[in-house]
């Protein structure tokens, strides 16, 4: 016989929330009350699931070392029923309350009823409950390159006449062909190219292919966002781009695929900034950018695409500015490299993101060559500004003359922190060490990226002070009722997502990147690459990421919040308006980071 | 047509005689040993004479926990109309229609639950609606072990020097001073369950040395 409440309980508690009403009055039926007062020993050795209805409960290791605390909706027991074993823990009451006590046969027969349920436990279970999702994610609209482009190959070889192309194109219907060479793209040919080329410069038509081509053209990846593409073509004013996947050209995707299937993109904005001729045009594109997160999220954009498409952004807006500021200030003197430090590098700023950036040159900053560099720095960094990206509080800006250097003046200033990691220089580290380039030369940065890590993949002390650095902070226990519960079993008000979480996940994988001499900067990337080199096992690396997107999604999900209250967007989570299954969430992500945590300190701060 | 009866009447009396044969534990029993029945009862009126049961909640309580397996709860059927008392327990007589007959749930209790203290909110109540029912349905009614929360809650604010104001004992304001989840209206399953949380909650400042004497001076 069922008695309303229990069954309202269970119906408000992932995740028997998602059991039918039958199936709920049955496990509600096998179910026993028991009522408990502080100081009180919950017995936990009797093979029925714990369910905390009301009241706190804090549980204790055989070691009497504080393991967690549970609140109303909270489960133990799972772990004996799921494995037979038992442990030595103490559960004791810390606040009166009650709590229900599913009988072990009920358990298993709801378990074999609903998938959901049992991957619910096991995954509670193996701490890995941020890898649980309520149901499928509905349709993305955050598309792909291999989402649009047409699934066929039209290619033609250098040799060939430009005639035989004409011929292809009108057959094929088409308006473009990829040069292939052995299978490898040596250029495209379009048909301006057979108007601009050809005809207008009255070549005949047996004219090789390879004489009027575009040689090397950019190219994207079949995996790359949709986004990315339109980022290329209207940077570099193309509208075709060779589509490669793990190397090979696989088709060619054209401006026309993309409207065909983008026309109400939001990321259109991108495009709108390439096309801007002075700052205050920059500054109008710039106020869509909110207007574009609301969207982004009410289409249910994941948090790191999300992260990545306003990072695109920042760089287009970068870019853009770089280019005015050089209609204005004339060509550069020399090569230069425009540097993003921190989230900007990492590809997932937020919305709060300031400005964290610096120029490389490829002359001395002196004379001349300092004066345009100091100009142009003041034109784009307060461009940004203007565009609402904020002045970095701690001048870390291309405007200080410190963070406008030649190769080798960084190249010094890295190898100087690597070598004697002083507890600024680590400091840095964290933002420093994330470098990608934004805008000038690709060959220049290589070069100084490359001097970086062969560094720091020889540097096992500047490694073990960057573990020491990372460990600093730890990430809380558990979020409770309206407070955060700490390691030393303190009460905190709120959770800085970034600080207590994002971060720490960052800075762990950096270390392992900078110890493995890799290049990627964005930390999925990162642990992906870090999976193929055979650095940390792809179950260490799955179980960060999405640790690392329960985290960002939270955070993405708190500045949609702010924004739609009209609130200044901040990182801090008030664990009282969290519930359910993210709450448990956080709890295993936060497992997650302790654990990596421990495994970073193993594996560099043990040898020394 | 005697004989008749009397072939009706004797499992029944059986239940009787069992109920009564069936010793309750013993005064110096620890409560937390006991075997509790909470029990709650609609009723169209408050008259044992004239009123009758409409509904029958009933979950026991074994070492200080609640078994919600064994919870039952039945609608009887009422010789008279269910009237104005509706208005309260949100029972109408089209819900009846497919209700228990008061001796066949009367029966299950007590053959069930012999030897068993029965506990109520108010029991005084409960008590004279059950010795009645039991009169009329089996001419006899054994003896009833009943402790009352409402009673204990009294004795405890008196404890307390508080003053008791006028709604202060009636469950919804106990259950909320004892921190227990508020209740779902009048249903007797509810009020029942409402009851034994607030009975496992009353027993706990008692400990372990707290007897079922105990437990009968306070309710008295």
Not at chain 1, 360 to 383: M, R, T
Not at chain 1, 512 to 540: C, E, F, M, P, W
Not at chain 2, 87 to 93: A, E, P
Request: glycine share 4%.
């Amino acid at each position: 016989m069922e008695v309303a409440d229990v069954t309202r309980f269970l119906a408000d508690t992932t995740p028997f929330d998602q059991l039918n009403e039958a199936a709920l009055a049955q496990l509600a039926s096998q179910i026993n009350v028991h009522y408990y007062q502080a100081h009180d020993r919950v017995n936990v050795s009797s093979d029925r699931l714990i369910l905390v209805r009301t009241g706190i409960f804090t549980l204790y290791s055989d070691q009497q070392q504080l393991l967690t605390k549970l609140q109303a909706g909270d489960f133990y027991g799972y772990q004996q029923l799921l494995t037979g074993l038992t442990d030595n823990d103490t559960l004791l009451c810390e606040e009166d309350g009650l709590i229900f006590f599913v009988a072990a046969d009920a358990f298993h027969q709801s378990r074999y009823q609903y998938k959901n349920l049992d991957i619910f436990f096991q995954r509670l279970f193996s701490r890995r409950l941020h890898q649980y999702r309520e149901q499928q994610q509905s349709s993305r609209f955050t598309l792909k390159i291999s989402d649009v482009v047409q699934q066929r190959k039209i290619a033609i070889r250098p040799e060939q006449s430009v005639q035989d192309a004409a011929r292809l194109m009108s057959e094929a219907r088409v308006s473009s062909l990829l040069v292939e060479e052995h299978d490898k793209l040596v250029g495209i040919i379009t048909d301006r190219d057979l108007r601009s080329r050809v005809l207008a410069h009255a070549l005949p038509a047996n004219t090789q292919i390879s004489q009027i081509m575009t040689r090397q053209p950019h190219s994207i990846d079949r995996h790359a966002y949709l986004y990315e593409a339109v980022q290329q073509m209207s940077q570099y004013n193309i509208h075709h781009l060779p589509v490669l996947d793990q190397g090979l050209c696989c088709g060619m995707l054209t401006a026309t695929d993309i409207i065909r299937s983008q026309q109400d993109h939001p990321v259109y904005l991108i495009g709108e900034i390439h096309r801007q001729t002075s700052v205050d045009g920059l500054e109008r594109c710039s106020q869509h950018i909110a207007e574009l997160a609301v969207t982004l999220s009410k289409q249910q954009v994941p948090a790191h695409e999300a992260g990545h498409i306003i990072t695109t952004i920042t760089d287009a807006l970068t870019q853009r500015l770089i280019y005015l500021a050089q209609q204005q200030l004339g060509e550069a003197p020399c090569v230069f490299s425009w540097l993003a430090f921190g989230s900007q590098a990492r590809m997932d700023q937020s919305l709060n993101a300031d400005q964290d950036n610096a120029l490389l040159l490829e002359k001395e900053p002196q004379g001349e060559v300092g004066d345009y560099f100091s100009a142009l720095a003041e034109f784009v960094c307060h461009g940004l500004a203007q565009c609402g990206i904020t002045l970095c509080p701690g001048n870390i800006m291309a405007t200080n003359s410190e963070l406008r250097l030649s190769l080798k003046g960084w190249s010094g200033r890295f190898a100087r922190w690597i070598a004697t990691p002083t507890p600024d220089a680590l400091l840095k580290a964290s933002i420093f060490f994330d470098l990608r380039v934004i805008d000038g030369s690709k060959g220049l940065f290589n070069a100084l990226q490359e001097d970086i890590l062969q560094r720091t993949a020889q540097a096992p002390l500047f490694l073990y002070h960057l573990t020491q650095t990372a460990l600093q902070r730890t990430a809380p226990l558990g979020l409770f009722k309206n407070f955060i519960l700490e390691q030393d079993g303190k009460h905190k008000k709120g959770l800085d997502l970034k600080k207590r979480g994002i971060s720490l996940i960052t800075d762990l994988v950096r270390v392992y990147a900078l110890s493995a001499g890799i290049h990627q900067v964005n930390t999925r990337s990162r642990l992906a690459k870090l999976v193929t080199d055979g650095v940390i096992s792809s179950k260490d690396s799955q179980d960060l990421q999405d640790a690392f997107d329960v985290l960002a999604q939270l955070r993405w999900e708190k500045h949609q919040h702010d924004l739609a209250q009209g609130h200044n967007v901040t990182n801090l989570l008030d664990p009282a308006e969290i519930s359910g299954l993210s709450r448990h969430q956080l709890k295993d992500s936060f497992a997650v980071i302790n654990e990596a945590q421990s495994r970073l300190k193993q594996r560099f701060c043990r040898e020394l | 047509m005697l004989n008749w009866l009397a072939a009706k009447r004797r499992p029944i009396h059986q239940a009787v005689g069992y109920f009564s044969a069936t010793p309750f534990p013993s005064a110096n029993m620890a409560a937390k040993d006991a075997r509790f029945l909470v029990l709650d009862f609609e009723l169209t009126g408050l008259n044992p004479r004239k009123d009758h049961i409409v509904s029958i909640g009933w979950v026991p309580v074994h070492q200080h926990e609640i078994v919600l397996a064994d919870a039952r709860h039945y609608l009887i059927n009422s010789p008279v109309s269910v009237g104005q008392s509706a208005v309260y327990h949100g029972l109408h007589d089209h819900q009846l229609k497919d209700a228990h007959e008061l001796a066949d749930v009367l029966t299950e209790l007590l053959s069930r639950y012999a030897g068993y203290v029965f506990v109520a909110h108010h029991s005084q109540l409960d008590e004279q609606f059950l010795r009645a029912a039991c009169l009329r349905c089996f001419g006899k009614t054994p003896r009833f072990k009943f402790i009352d929360t409402m009673q204990i809650e009294w004795q405890r604010l008196l404890r307390q020097g508080k003053v008791v104001k006028h709604d202060a004992l009636k469950l919804p304001s106990c259950l909320k001073r004892h921190g227990l989840p508020a209740m779902a209206n009048h249903h007797a399953l509810e009020d029942a369950y409402s009851t034994a949380l607030l009975l496992l909650s009353q027993l706990k400042p008692g400990g372990a040395e707290m007897t079922l004497a105990d437990l009968y001076l306070l309710s008295r």
